[in-house]
């Protein structure tokens, strides 16, 4: 067995466990599960209302990660 590098390990890779990621995703999931099942149904207005949820999500997602909830992506 061969022993880890300590170098190697230092660097630590984030994967966006913030609580401004979680939401976004949460709501993200909700929103397109909503818009499936309004769609399978025939809903148009639930469907719509799936779509604004989408966009909401995107926003409060930039929101949180403006208030120091989320990462900033370092380019």
């Known amino acids: 067995m061969s022993e ?3 170098s190697a ?3 630590q890779v984030h994967h966006g466990n913030t609580p401004a990621a979680w ?3 949460v709501l993200v999931t909700l929103a397109f ?3 499936t099942l309004a769609i399978m149904f025939g809903n148009w ?3 719509y209302g799936a779509v604004g949820l989408l966009v909401v999500a ?3 997602g930039k929101v949180m990660q403006m208030l120091g909830l989320g990462t900033i992506a370092r380019r």
Do not use: D, L, R
Request: aromatic share 6%; charged share 5%; no cysteine.
């Open 4 to 6: 880890a590098n300590p």
């Open 9 to 11: 390990q230092a660097k």
């Open 58 to 60: 995107g926003i409060v």
């Open 23 to 25: 939401t976004t995703v």
């Open 33 to 35: 599960t909503i818009g």
């Open 45 to 47: 207005p639930v469907f």
